[in-house]
Structures are given as C-alpha cells and as structure tokens.
C-alpha cells in the first residue's frame, strides 16, 4: 500500500488565492518532500522536510510537518495561473532497510483560474 | 535540469513480447529508481538500486526485472509484456540528499 496520500485529490481557486494540500502517511520517516508535476513531464523537487523540523519556507511554499498525526501539508500563497499542476508527497521509512527508498501518493490536482 | 535520458519516450509492443527500457544518467548518482505512473494510482515504485549490482525490489515489482551493469544505467526489463503493464515509466535519481531527480517518462503500451 501507498506510504503517502495527497488530499484533496483536486483544488480550483482563483489566481492570488492560497492554495492548500494535505499528505498523510502511515509508518515512521526520515524525511518528507513534496514534488510537482506539469501535464506530460517529469516531476520536479519543491521542498524536503525532515522528521526533527516543524516548518520550512521556499519562495511562496511553507511545509509543516507534524510526526504525531503522520501528517504534512504544503502551502502555495498568492497562487498564479502557472502554479497549476499535480502535486505529490513522498516519504521514506525509517525502519533500518529502505534508506532513500520513496513512496509517493496519489497527487492533488491543482487548478488556479486567471 | 540533471541529466537523466529515458529511450525509448514511447513505444508501443504486443502481449508476450520483452520490453527494456533504459535510463541514463551523466551525474554519477549512487540511486536510481524506477517508476510507474498510473491514474488514481501515483507513482509507484517498481525496483531501486543502491549501486552497481545492487537492487531491491519497491511495491509493484511482479513482471519486471532490472540490472546495473554500471553507475549510469539503470535497465527496466519486462520479460513478457501484458496490457496491465500499459502505463508512463519514470526513471529518477538520486544521491544521499534524498532529493529525487526524475527523467521525461517513457510511455508504454501494451496491446
């Protein structure tokens, strides 16, 4: 099964809104990351937070983590039309054996409207 | 952008036939990885290496097979190939930062 779950699965908002993300993930990581995906390409590396931080700042992304309810969410502010995209969380476990070994979930497709 | 080079991009093979996909990587990166990429599934993870000769299997590993031979490739073999393995492939790479970097996907069709 999925280590990571994205949700929602899709988002529409207007451009200069924030937009939201959420990943739940099930056993204990080393660290977390979020990835975004333009139609019919690669995915490209946002952010990587690891299991002793709370928060993390890039440009308009902040990332929280919080290791007691297995969860992450990933914040866009003052979301432009070329935000649009799937996002995707990744995690890898901290069980000794799968060291840089990640699992994605299912993605959140965001919509920003001009 | 890391240079990472999938081939084929696309292709298209009939039930029963092999099919190898390849990745090439020029940024002697110790991880590399392979992917699916399928509606309402994600990304998957088919098989990883830990270096040259070192893999392990990752969640959907049944059908496929892969070698490395050397620090720059990275083979996805699919010895007989069925309609379920219809999806995007995608190679990624990456060192002990965690941080993954992936190639353009290949798109397989299995008919």
């Known amino acids: 099964s999925q280590q990571g779950e994205e949700d929602p699965q899709a988002l529409s908002i207007q451009e200069g809104e924030n937009a939201t993300m959420n990943c739940s993930y099930k056993?204990?990581?080393?660290?977390l990351q979020w990835y975004r995906q333009n139609s019919g390409r690669g995915l490209v590396h946002l952010i990587l937070i690891r299991s002793n931080e709370r928060e993390k700042h890039s440009g308009r992304l902040r990332v929280t983590l919080d290791t007691s309810k297995k969860s992450s969410s990933l914040l866009i502010t003052a979301s432009r039309a070329a935000d649009t995209a799937s996002y995707f969380c990744?995690?890898?476990?901290?069980?000794?054996?799968?060291?840089?070994?990640?699992?994605f979930g299912s993605g959140t497709k965001l919509n920003v409207k001009p | 952008d890391a240079g990472i080079t999938q081939s084929p991009r696309h292709k298209v093979t009939e039930t029963g036939t092999p099919v190898t996909l390849r990745c090439h990587q020029t940024?002697?990166?110790?991880?590399m990885y392979w992917y699916r990429q399928d509606p309402g599934h994600g990304l998957r993870l088919i098989h990883y290496?830990?270096?040259?000769?070192?893999?392990d299997k990752g969640e959907v590993s049944d059908g496929y097979s892969v070698s490395r031979s050397k620090t720059e490739d990275f083979l996805l073999t699919l010895e007989s190939a069925t309609s379920s393995q219809t999806s995007v492939y995608f190679c990624?790479?990456?060192?002990?930062?965690?941080?993954?970097?992936f190639g353009e996907g290949s798109r397989l069709t299995v008919l």
């Open positions: 990744a995690t890898d476990r901290n069980d000794g054996n799968n060291f840089n070994k990640f699992y």
């Open positions: 290496s830990y270096g040259v000769k070192d893999t």
């Open positions: 056993t204990s990581i080393n660290n």
């Open positions: 940024e002697n990166h110790r991880y």
């Open positions: 990624a790479i990456s060192e002990y930062t965690g941080e993954l970097f």
